[in-house]
């Protein structure tokens, strides 16, 4: 079983930028696809963005592409999402996932394809 716990939210003015970490423990993610999704207050859970199980491909929500950037560090079970002009449509409670699948060949936006999820930090962007 793995344990997902986020770190990094806050409340930032529109334009900044937040960094939010995800410690995973109970397992290493080194062969995992990794992700990010966000739920915003009366919306669904989507996907913001994803990392191949090797680091070597990432994908992105159209909303956040060019915006934000997912990476990993297997060495410390850890993956992070850089967050730069940060608008009000981003405020959230991003989440971290795994993907279920080992070494999956592709990054999926399907909500049914991750397995464990963390708490969720909160972030509020104020305009």
């Known amino acids: 079983q793995v344990q997902l716990v986020e770190s990094g939210g806050g409340l930032v003015q529109a334009g900044g930028s937040l960094r939010l970490s995800c410690e995973a423990s109970g397992r290493s993610i080194s062969n995992y696809g990794m992700a990010w999704f966000r739920q915003a207050p009366g919306k669904e859970r989507a996907f913001v963005g994803g990392?191949?199980?090797?680091?070597?491909?990432?994908a992105y929500a159209d909303s956040v592409k060019g915006r934000f950037t997912i990476s990993r560090d297997d060495a410390k079970n850890t993956v992070t999402l850089q967050m730069n002009s940060l608008t009000p449509e981003d405020t959230a409670v991003y989440y971290c996932?795994?993907?279920?699948?080992?070494?999956?060949?592709?990054?999926?936006?399907?909500?049914?394809?991750?397995?464990?999820w963390g708490q969720g930090t909160q972030v509020t962007v104020s305009s």
């Open positions: 990392i191949s199980w090797s680091g070597g491909s990432t």
């Open positions: 996932t795994d993907d279920r699948h080992y070494q999956r060949k592709w990054i999926s936006f399907d909500i049914y394809s991750y397995d464990y």
